[in-house]
C-alpha cells in the first residue's frame, strides 16, 4: 500500500516549540492532512517519554498508536472522511558537538527505535554522557561515530538517519562544522548510515549533483516545531505500515517513493546572507563579494544552495540509477497531502507555469503536460466523495495551451476548515494542493 510518513518533529518538551506538540494534537493534523505515521520525536525526554509509554499502545510491527479512549477523541473531533489511525514510529534528534580534525563539529542525527525496551537503553547510554532532561532535543559532546555504535547496540534494528545533511550550522555536511563527505563523520561505522535527510533547504535534484550521495536513499520531513507544520514535507512509502518495511525500503530503494516537499527557494537556509545586515546574495554574488557581507564586511553564511554547488561533481539534473523522485508544492499549514511521487515520472515534469493569486499569498500550479498514464494519484476516492456529496464546484479556468485548460476548483463548505483545490486536464484528475482565492467562480 502506498502511505506517507512524517518521521522528523518535536515534543513540547524541545525549545521553540508550541504547546500544542502533544500526540493527541499531533495524531488531529496528521489525520487531518493524511499522513500515516508520524516520528514522536525527542523520546530521550523523561516526562515525554513517561507520557508516549502512557498515552501509545502497540500496533503493526514497531509501531505504536493512541489508546483506544484517546484515538476516540481526536476522531470526534475531525469529519468522516479524515477517519484513520495515525500510527507513532519511535524517535529522537540527537545533536552532537565536538572537535574533529581541524575544527569544531555541530552535527545532528535523527536516531530511531522499534520499541520502548531499545528506546530505553539508548536513553540510558546518553544520560552517562550528558544531560538529556532540559531540553527534548538534547546536546551532547559525542563523537558522531560513537553516537552510531550506542544506537547500534541498543539493538540491530535501530538506526540513524543524519538530519538535515546541508544546514550551515548544524549538519553533517552544512558549510559551518560539517564535513565533505557523510562517511567522514561515522568512520568505520559509516556503512550502517543508509539514509539521509535532504532538509528544507533543497529537494531531491540538487542532491543529485553530488555522486558520494548516490548510495543513500534521500529522506526530507517537516521538522515540525508546532503540529500545523506537520507535513510541510513528507516520505511516500509503498510498503506495509511496518517499522521493519520501512526502514527495509530506506535500506534497499524498494518500496520508497520519494518525497513530497515545498520548493527549496522557501527553505530559511537555500541562499547566502548576513541577517543582521538584511543582506541575502546567490552563490555568485557570494563569491563575488569573497564570502564577506558587502555591508559590513564580515563573513557571510553560506547557505545550502552554495554547499551543494561547492561539493558537486555533476552539472544539470542526472538522475542517479534507481533514485526516487521528489514533487515540490505550493505549502500552507492546512495542506493536505494529496499528491503522490511517482518514480518513473519525467524529470522535468514539474516546471512552474502560471500563478494565480489573490491579495494574500501565491500559488505556484504545474505543467503536468509531459506527464505519462502513471499519474494516477493514492486519493481520488476522496475527490470523488466531495463531487458526490456537492461540497466542491469548478471555478476560475485558464487556457495553458490549444488543448488543456486549468481548472480551479474549491470547496463550497469549510467543514475541514480549509478550502481545497484540484487541477485537471480534460477529465483526468492530476494534482491536488490548497489555496485561498476569495472568489468564486460559477458552478458547473
Known amino acids: 500500500m502506498s502511505f506517507y510518513a512524517d518521521l522528523h518533529i518535536h515534543s513540547k518538551y524541545s525549545r521553540a516549540t508550541s504547546r500544542d506538540c502533544d500526540l493527541e494534537n499531533l495524531a488531529y493534523w496528521g489525520l487531518k492532512k493524511g499522513i500515516s505515521v508520524i516520528g514522536t520525536g525527542d523520546f530521550t525526554h523523561p516526562a515525554w517519554f513517561k507520557e508516549l509509554q502512557e498515552k501509545l499502545v502497540p500496533a503493526e510491527p514497531g509501531l505504536f498508536r493512541l489508546r483506544p ?54 536513553r540510558q547510554a546518553l544520560e552517562k554522557i550528558g544531560n538529556i532532561r532540559s531540553d527534548g532535543r538534547p546536546i551532547l559532546g559525542l563523537d558522531s561515530r560513537h553516537l552510531l555504535e550506542i544506537v547500534l547496540s541498543a539493538g540491530t534494528d535501530c538506526f540513524i538517519v543524519p538530519a538535515h545533511i546541508w544546514t550551515p550550522w548544524f549538519a553533517v555536511l552544512g558549510s559551518k562544522s560539517g564535513f ?33 550521495l548516490d548510495r543513500y536513499r534521500l529522506m526530507s520531513n517537516s521538522d515540525a516545531h508546532s503540529p500545523a507544520k506537520l507535513g510541510r514535507e513528507v516520505n511516500s512509502f509503498n510498503t506495509e505500515i511496518d517499522y521493519f518495511k520501512m526502514k527495509r525500503a530506506l535500506e534497499t530503494g524498494k518500496g520508497f517513493g520519494g518525497t513530497l516537499e515545498f ?30 557581507c558587502p555591508v559590513c564586511k564580515k563573513p557571510l553564511t553560506l547557505g545550502v544552495l552554495y554547499r551543494v554547488e561547492e561539493l558537486a561533481d555533476r552539472h544539470g539534473h542526472q538522475k542517479p540509477a534507481g533514485a526516487a523522485l521528489g514533487v515540490s508544492r505550493a505549502n500552507r499549514n492546512d495542506d493536505p497531502v494529496f499528491v503522490t511521487p511517482k518514480t518513473q515520472r519525467p524529470a522535468h515534469s514539474f516546471k512552474p507555469q502560471h500563478k494565480i493569486s489573490d491579495h494574500r499569498h501565491k500559488i505556484r500550479i504545474f505543467d503536468f503536460s509531459q506527464r505519462g498514464a502513471d499519474g494516477v494519484f493514492i486519493n481520488q476516492t476522496v475527490v470523488k ?37 484540484f487541477v485537471r486536464f480534460s477529465s483526468q484528475i492530476l494534482s491536488l494542493g490548497t489555496d485561498s482565492v476569495g472568489q468564486r467562480g460559477r458552478q458547473t
Open 69 to 122: 479512549d484517546i484515538e476516540k477523541s481526536v476522531t470526534a473531533r475531525l469529519p468522516s472522511i479524515c477517519s484513520g489511525t495515525v500510527r507513532f514510529m519511535l524517535s529522537v534528534e540527537i545533536s552532537t558537538i565536538y572537535k574533529k580534525g581541524d575544527k569544531v563539529r555541530k552535527i545532528h542525527h535523527l536516531v530511531y527505535a522499534p520499541d520502548f525496551e531499545k528506546a530505553q537503553k539508548i
Open 180 to 212: 565533505d563527505n557523510v562517511a567522514d563523520c561515522y568512520g568505520d561505522l559509516a556503512d550502517h548510515i543508509f539514509a539521509v535527510e535532504t532538509g528544507l533547504s533543497s529537494d531531491p535534484e540538487m542532491n543529485w549533483k553530488v555522486s558520494h
Open 263 to 292: 520548493f527549496p527557494e522557501e527553505g530559511k537556509y537555500h541562499a547566502d546572507g548576513h541577517r543582521k545586515c538584511n543582506v541575502r546574495l546567490n552563490p555568485a554574488e557570494s563569491r563575488a563579494h569573497n564570502g564577506l
Open 385 to 421: 466523495r466531495l463531487v458526490q456529496r456537492d461540497e466542491i464546484f469548478f471555478g476560475q479556468a485558464r487556457m495553458l495551451d490549444q488543448s488543456k485548460t486549468l481548472l480551479i476548483a474549491q470547496r463550497k463548505k469549510r467543514q475541514i476548515g480549509l478550502d481545497i483545490f
